[in-house]
């Protein structure tokens, strides 16, 4: 289930990315002007990036409350990951119980 909220996320962004200036906005000045940083969230933190570049006020930045967003998104991806190597330990401990039984 997480493996496919992610893809989601990624799915999202990128089309956020192509089809709206949005993550041009939230990116920009960042170094190599904007778009090493938006590819590295795609890649590791894909609901953590989208959510940056929703709650992103152009001329403000993310201030106040939308950081609790995004700390809510670093957490949900994180949660995203640990799903994954926690169902591989399920199935690892299953094949040693069949193994061993």
């Known amino acids: 289930m997480g493996c496919l ?3 989601l996320a ?3 962004f990128i ?6 200036p949005l ?4 990116f920009h000045g960042t170094w190599l002007d904007g ?6 969230g795609v890649l590791f933190l894909p609901i953590t990036a ?8 152009p001329g403000v930045g993310v201030t106040g409350w939308s950081w609790l967003w995004v700390a809510l998104a670093v957490l949900v991806d994180l949660g995203t ?3 994954g190597a926690r169902s591989s330990q399920r199935r690892m401990a299953s ?3 069949a193994a061993g039984a």
């Open 5 to 7: 909220i992610s893809a």
């Open 10 to 12: 990624r799915l999202a």
């Open 15 to 20: 089309g956020v990315w192509i089809w709206s």
């Open 23 to 26: 993550v041009t906005r939230a």
């Open 35 to 40: 778009w090493l940083l938006p590819l590295l």
């Open 50 to 57: 989208l959510t940056y570049v929703l709650v992103y006020t």
């Open 81 to 83: 990951h640990s799903a």
């Open 95 to 97: 094949r040693r119980a």
